[in-house]
């Protein structure tokens, strides 16, 4: 039976959200195509008409939820408190690939390496584009301080087995954040 070419496109984006959600909540190596594959609702054999192997599965997922990871939309601020707050960290499935992915990344290939450049070029962007009173120098090291600090307090807040501890991570992550945006304005 022909699949239309609709339907092929319908099963790739579904094959490649249903990897990100898997990869981000259980890690790239403790997930098999197999796996994959079943919980997109397809058969083992369809794998090869989207993806030449499980690394070119991992690039081609990467770059797709980097491209859709936008940050909604919405002003500076309000990104920074969704980002640092309890609900993201508990969602890793659902949450930040960079968060969820960034430590592993090392070990993938060029292609995957590749993707995870071109994602975190493109929310460094974003975040500069939210601080336009800057110049250009001093925007891109506010976006990239922040973004690191967010990312990486997401990352120690998951880790971290005390959850008043975990949940401080974050508060005192977006305090000093918030104060860099509230000290960028006042300028």
């Known amino acids: 039976?022909?699949?239309?070419?609709?339907?092929?496109?319908?099963?790739?984006?579904?094959?490649?959200?249903?990897?990100?959600?898997?990869?981000?909540?259980?890690?790239?190596?403790?997930?098999?195509?197999?796996?994959?594959?079943?919980?997109?609702?397809?058969?083992h054999g369809g794998f090869?008409?989207?993806?030449?192997?499980?690394?070119?599965?991992?690039?081609?997922?990467?770059?797709?939820?980097?491209?859709?990871d936008t940050g909604g939309g919405r002003g500076l601020r309000a990104y920074v408190d969704d980002y640092l707050s309890p609900r993201h960290r508990d969602n890793c499935a659902g949450g930040c690939p960079t968060a969820g992915l960034a430590?592993?990344?090392?070990?993938?290939?060029?292609?995957?390496?590749?993707?995870?450049?071109?994602?975190?070029?493109?929310?460094?962007?974003?975040?500069?584009?939210?601080?336009?009173?800057l110049d250009a120098a001093d925007r891109r090291r506010a976006a990239i301080g922040s973004f690191a600090a967010m990312v990486g307090a997401v990352i120690l807040a998951r880790a971290i087995d005390d959850p008043a501890f975990s949940d401080e991570?974050?508060?005192q992550t977006r305090s000093w954040v918030d104060a860099g945006i509230n000290q960028v304005s006042a300028s």
Request: hydrophobic share 45%.
């Open 169 to 171: 991570v974050l508060e």
């Open 48 to 68: 090869y008409g989207h993806f030449n192997s499980k690394d070119d599965l991992i690039a081609q997922t990467l770059a797709h939820v980097l491209a859709a």
């Open 103 to 133: 430590a592993a990344i090392r070990h993938q290939t060029p292609a995957a390496r590749s993707a995870m450049t071109e994602g975190l070029r493109s929310q460094i962007d974003r975040i500069g584009k939210a601080l336009p009173e």
């Open 1 to 43: 039976m022909k699949v239309s070419r609709e339907q092929m496109a319908e099963n790739r984006r579904r094959i490649l959200e249903v990897a990100s959600r898997l990869f981000r909540d259980k890690g790239f190596d403790a997930v098999s195509v197999a796996e994959v594959m079943k919980a997109a609702g397809l058969t």
